[in-house]
């Protein structure tokens, strides 16, 4: 399973003005959205006519500049696509600098295209969406915040950069899932997301400190050319550390629960977060991260069981939430739960992996897009048992949501096929047990999604009208409708693009280390596990078909079964917390009370009222008669006497 990582054999090359201008000025994909954040949160209400515009423009920059980089890139050879970029000098002491360096490579601008373009095309959508709210201006800054938070976690070149873009994504989701923090549950959900996120990120910080203090390193190249000569338990503390922090950024089990709760921002912000940004930081890391994970095979084992078990439980909730956001957000885990499990696999499952990421990227975004056209159209309705037949009312929303629909769930040909088929090929060809079992459960995770994708568009745009009087059904604006255009283009035609020929492949081996996979579509379609791939996919629909489609749908849910009801609330993920952390927390805070009340606090004045009483006894021989005094001088001088008497 395991093949060493590019990193081990050779350090990055080091670009210059005179290798290339672009390169070593790609400081700028990450300058403009910061200064676009900026320029609107110091230029206060004098930016609210032309702020998010230029909100807009500026990452629309970063990605013109991305793509120049990529560019750049594929015109060298492929030991020569892993470029250091000094950026700045933090400081040096004797013979110890630390430096602000950037690294581009294969894997690092797959991330920055992801994000520049899905992003800028969330903006213009955000543009109409956003377009009565009073407070858009600082909501198009926080965007800005976001993409470049984003930009600096994937373009570090070493841990503690990468940690400094981490907490910035942190801080930028606070900020846009409370975003209505008029609202208690936006306000409430945001410092859930918040101190949630902050239990995995003490896992990277922790991390960070074992590897400078046992590898003497936190820059990459580094740190895993310093693998070979780790203990195996540094190896698996740092890797397991490393999950920790992968599973609070990317919802993964036991640290979902924020996600389903971080639907309270406004559904660009679910699109950005889900598609583009934050929860695919975790699978960024562990890929990243690769030669200490391939050091450590039972923190590989750990990571693929927490995949696996996220993918089956996003699923199950997913198919049970009739809030259209919340089942998407569904979806998300058990999606990136199979990027969780492909990157667990190895260099065999990297660039599975990342592909699927990048086409999850395109159809999710344009999913959540759908579901903010869809409430943009039914008065923010959320609950889809009120939806029913909106496909004749809104066209182009149920055309480019249907085109994501078609590839999540892994029609051939569409771009979900050729990645999620990559991930299962990967898994069933590690071989073994491990291999049969992770295989096994991808093919399970496949027919959820056929299922719970195929009930929300079966409940959204088919099927009878039920939504309420007063309520009219409309399509949204060119400026919203748009966005989900290029998006449902992408959901077709990218998976093919990347997958077809092993392209992608080979641009991310100088990174990933894999040997080339050599996927085709006859054996895609052929082998036991595309068989039954799609035999689950047909399974999933006309389930769904015969349950949401050919009865009608009730406008209350009906009482469910253990199942059903666990799936509802979310697995109770919120009551384990709450019965694990937040009781025993409350309870050890309350003996800390009681102890502070009635033990310092007794002993503390029990000697205050010592002190009192003894002055207050000591006061009393203060009468004022000179006598009294003479006689006190006269039984002093005689105790003296007596002493020295004794003592001599």
Avoid at 179 to 189: D, M, R, V
Wanted: aromatic share 10%; charged share 10%.
């Amino acid at each position: 399973m395991t093949q060493h990582h590019a990193y081990l054999a050779a350090d990055p090359a080091v670009a210059t003005a005179a290798d290339s201008a672009v390169l070593s000025n790609a400081w700028l994909l990450i300058a403009l959205p910061l200064v676009g954040a900026a320029v609107l949160l110091l230029g206060g209400r004098r930016t609210n006519g032309w702020g998010p515009l230029l909100a807009t423009l500026l990452p629309i920059g970063s990605f013109v500049w991305a793509l120049l980089a990529l560019f750049d890139l594929l015109g060298r050879g492929a030991a020569e696509r892993t470029v250091s970029v000094p950026v700045y000098e933090w400081f040096a002491a004797g013979d110890f600098s630390a430096q602000i360096n950037l690294l581009v490579d294969p894997l690092s601008i797959s991330f920055v295209l992801l994000i520049t373009f899905v992003g800028s095309l969330i903006h213009i959508y955000s543009l109409g969406y956003m377009a009565e709210d009073p407070g858009k201006r600082r909501f198009f800054a926080y965007l800005n915040l976001f993409v470049a938070a984003m930009l600096v976690l994937v373009l570090a070149d070493n841990f503690v950069l990468l940690f400094l873009g981490w907490e910035g994504v942190g801080l930028a989701s606070y900020l846009l899932i409370g975003f209505w923090q008029y609202k208690p549950s936006a306000a409430t959900a945001a410092k859930k997301a918040f101190l949630i996120n902050r239990v995995g990120d003490i896992g990277l910080l922790v991390a960070i400190m074992i590897m400078f203090t046992a590898l003497g390193a936190v820059s990459f190249s580094e740190v895993f050319a310093a693998v070979p000569g780790a203990s195996d338990g540094i190896l698996l503390a740092i890797g397991l550390l490393l999950l920790l922090g992968a599973c609070g950024k990317s919802a993964q089990l036991p640290l979902q629960a924020w996600l389903l709760d971080a639907m309270e921002g406004p559904t660009p912000v679910s699109a950005l977060i889900h598609a583009a940004t934050m929860v695919t930081a975790g699978v960024y890391l562990i890929v990243r991260a690769g030669p200490i994970f391939e050091g450590a095979p039972v923190a590989q084992i750990v990571v693929m069981s927490v995949g696996a078990a996220t993918m089956l439980a996003g699923g199950l909730i997913a198919s049970a939430k009739d809030d259209i956001k919340k089942s998407l957000a569904g979806s998300t885990m058990s999606q990136i739960g199979m990027m969780v499990l492909a990157a667990g696999l190895g260099p065999v499952g990297y660039v599975a992996a990342i592909a699927h990421l990048v086409t999850h990227g395109f159809f999710k975004a344009g999913l959540f897009l759908g579901a903010g056209s869809v409430m943009h159209g039914m008065n923010d309705d959320v609950d889809m048992r009120r939806y029913g037949g909106l496909a004749s009312k809104m066209p182009i929303t149920f055309a480019t949501f249907g085109l994501g629909y078609l590839a999540i769930i892994g029609v051939p040909l569409l771009s979900g096929w050729w990645t999620k088929e990559s991930i299962i090929s990967a898994a069933f060809g590690i071989g073994g047990t491990a291999g049969m079992v992770f295989g096994s459960a991808i093919i399970l995770g496949a027919a959820l999604t056929a299922f719970y994708m195929s009930r929300m568009v079966f409940m959204t745009f088919l099927g009878e009208k039920r939504w309420d009087e007063g309520v009219h059904p409309h399509e949204s604006p060119v400026s919203m409708t748009a966005p989900m255009v290029v998006l449902s283009i992408g959901s077709v035609a990218l998976g093919a693009f990347l997958v077809a020929g092993d392209r992608f492949a080979a641009f991310l081996q100088p990174v990933t280390g894999a040997e080339l996979p050599h996927f085709t579509v006859g054996h895609a379609l052929t082998a036991p596990y595309g068989i039954a791939a799609l035999a689950v996919l047909v399974l999933g629909v006309a389930l769904a078909w015969f349950m949401y489609l050919r009865k009608p749908v009730e406008r209350t849910a009906p009482k469910g079964n253990l199942v059903t009801d666990a799936a509802r609330n979310e697995l109770y993920g919120n009551e384990i917390n709450e019965g694990l952390f937040m009781r025993p927390g409350q309870v050890l805070t309350k003996a800390l009370v009681v102890i502070e009340d009635k033990v310092i606090d007794g002993a503390v004045n029990g000697i205050g009222a010592g002190v009192s009483d003894s002055s207050t006894g000591l006061g009393k021989t203060q009468t004022g008669f000179a006598r009294t005094y003479a006689l006190t001088m006269l039984l002093g001088a005689v105790i003296v006497a007596a002493t020295l008497v004794v003592r001599f």
